[in-house]
């Protein structure tokens, strides 16, 4: 696969923006009552796309160096002048990610959820294409653009399913994100007056060059951006309306939006890498003290409210806090073991939580029996007790007896319980799966002094982030771990109460299109447990070429344009070079 997408680079960047677009807008065209066409189209769209983005994570995996960067100019236009798209190790495993998620969703959804709204298909679409375009683009404006097409989509796609509750989320979500937006903007135009540039590997140059009287007027440029995006990231205090949000959601659209709040952790991820590196001069790592103590705080937050959660969709909405934290605070100390084992935790704490939003569904369609809301004024006593807490006569409860009276789990409720207990040990991050390897990846780089007085100043000799003192290490150890043991009670509670303490319901009937989602889903953080080294080692190596931004700034700033097609005259004008056969923007 790899050899097909070297064939086609750097043409095939265009491939995940191009295809969900595509394919939205031809969506459009047919009627709603041609559904089963639609599905069948959004099916094989996400399939391809996410193929795409596997090959291009192979390509970027096997071609050569960590700092392999792919860059293409749509406009044929040189940066920064024109319109860039670059995919590094970064952006490639949240292209795969995003399209494992979306595939799973959009599946799901085939059993029910897309007939219960219009314009579900090409909305779920155009949400494909502002992923991929966030992902993708290496420019400001850009970004601006294509952050606006996803929420665009999002909103409809929050109030698929009607209802009033899905309404009032709706309300808050796009009140909180238009202010966003207009912070985004505002950011950006104070950054485009200080720097003369909106290209972020121009940006990278420009910064260290700025005049003192106008770094403070930069500093402000970036908080402002840095709010945009930690609101999208969903950070204490600005998260407010992410779990009404989420968990107002049909099934199938939380799913997708388990990725929404990492497209906040991306961008700051790599804007901060990029353009407050050690080599911004007096503008280097700054911010990072805000990103970890922003990062703790949400931390916190999102673990108590786990433990406070009484139903099934909240608590998954506070697991996203929980991982939306946990990336902030790690990211914030800049030490490449500790970013790798939180890239690793992130997409293991991804797919968990875009299965436990599916499985959410389920488990409370089977609680309620089909109805609106659960029956809450109906006791849920322990099968083998009496309302007043004493065993039943006649029930042994010795199972080495022959008098135990008993029958075996119905497949659909052990499939329910196996898969929550397995998103249970991933988000608690509990031994043996995937949750576990990316929490000892990031506590073993926080319990490593080394590594993290070197962290990413040790090449410049810059005091940076990473030089302080261990206490701002281990209060997040401390929460780290904390978090995962009130995970760990929170996801055990509700079990108990849908699981143990539950009986007198019907056998839950289940499709495969509703099943094999999550198990998918589940199947592949065990693969990231078995791959665990491989993993690991992508992750490193992405690590590695965030901490040194030089490769992803010359191969943008570099790249060549495709010279002007000369006319097939007899005789070549005097003075004209001969046509190149460089692709436009590739990187050698």
């Known amino acids: 696969m790899s050899r097909w997408i070297e064939a086609l680079m750097p043409h095939v960047l265009l491939a995940p923006i191009l295809l969900p677009m595509l394919t ?29 983005a596997v090959g291009l994570l192979r390509w970027v995996d096997h071609h050569g160096s960590v700092g392999t960067v792919g860059v293409y100019l749509p406009g044929n236009w040189p940066a920064p002048f024109g319109i860039v798209l670059a995919i590094d190790r970064l952006s490639a495993l949240m292209l795969v990610l995003a399209g494992m998620v979306a595939l799973a969703s959009i599946l799901f959804a085939s059993s029910r959820w897309h007939r219960a709204g219009v314009h579900f298909h090409p909305l779920f679409q155009f949400q494909l294409m502002g ?12 970004l601006f653009v294509f952050f606006e097409i996803m929420l ?41 007056g200080v720097t003369g540039t909106l290209n972020m590997a121009d940006l990278a140059q420009r910064i260290p060059q700025v005049a003192a009287a ?47 709040s990492k497209v906040g952790i991306y961008t700051l991820l790599r804007l901060w890498s990029l353009l407050f590196s050690a080599d911004a001069g007096e503008s280097a790592f700054f911010g990072g003290n805000w990103l970890i103590a922003a990062g703790m705080l949400t931390l916190a937050f999102g673990a108590i409210g786990m433990l406070a959660s009484q139903k099934l969709g909240v608590l998954a909405g506070y697991g996203v806090l929980v991982s939306s ?14 970013t790798a084992g939180a890239l690793y935790y992130m997409v293991s704490s991804t797919l968990a939580l875009s299965a436990l939003f599916l499985l959410v569904d389920l488990m409370e369609r089977w609680r309620n029996d089909g109805a609106t809301y659960a029956p809450h004024e109906r006791a849920d006593n322990a099968p083998f007790l009496t309302p007043d807490l004493k065993p039943l006569v006649g029930i042994n409860l010795d199972e080495e007896q022959a008098e135990l009276i008993g029958r075996a789990i119905p497949a659909a409720i052990a499939f329910l319980g196996l898969s929550f207990m397995a998103c249970t040990l991933l988000l608690a991050g509990l031994p043996p799966l995937s949750g576990f390897l990316g929490k000892v990846a990031m506590l073993s780089a926080l319990l490593n002094p080394l590594g993290l007085d070197q962290g990413i100043t040790d090449a410049a000799g810059v ?42 319901r019907g056998i839950p009937h289940l499709r495969i299109a509703e099943g094999l989602p999550v198990a998918a889903l589940l199947g592949a953080c065990i693969l990231l447990t078995v791959f ?25 700033m570099q790249a ?19 046509r190149s056969g460089t692709s436009p923007g590739a990187t050698p």
């Open 24 to 52: 939205g807008a031809l969506m459009l065209l047919a009627g709603e009552e041609r559904r089963r066409l639609k599905l069948g189209v959004n099916l094989a769209s996400t399939f391809l796309w996410l193929v795409v």
């Open 214 to 260: 106008d770094r403070g007027l930069l500093h402000a440029a970036a908080a402002i951006l840095s709010v945009a995006f930690l609101t999208k990231a969903a950070v204490w205090p600005l998260n407010f309306w992410l779990v009404p949000a989420y968990s107002a959601a049909t099934a199938p659209v939380a799913g997708i939006f388990a990725i929404m």
């Open 560 to 578: 060549k344009t495709v010279p002007n097609p000369k006319k097939y005259d007899s005789e070549p004008a005097a003075g004209t070079a001969p």
């Open 131 to 142: 992923l991929a375009g966030a992902f993708l683009t290496a420019d400001l404006f850009n």
């Open 152 to 192: 665009a989509a999002s909103y409809g796609l929050l109030l698929h399913g009607s209802g009033r509750s899905r309404v009032q989320a709706s309300l808050h979500y796009i009140a909180i994100n238009l202010a966003a937006s207009s912070l985004f903007l505002i950011g950006t135009a104070i950054l485009y």
């Open 532 to 556: 665990g080294e491989r993993a690991m080692r992508y992750t490193a190596d992405t690590a590695a070429g965030l901490k040194a931004p030089a490769n992803y700034i010359s191969a943008v």
């Open 325 to 338: 934290g946990t990336l902030l605070a790690a990211m914030g100390f800049g030490q490449g073991a500790l």
């Open 463 to 504: 005091p940076g982030i990473a030089n302080r003192p261990g206490t701002t290490q281990w209060m997040l150890l401390a929460l780290v771990v904390a978090s995962g043991l009130l995970t760990l009670i929170a996801m055990s509670r509700t079990g108990i109460r849908h699981f143990w303490a539950a009986h007198g």
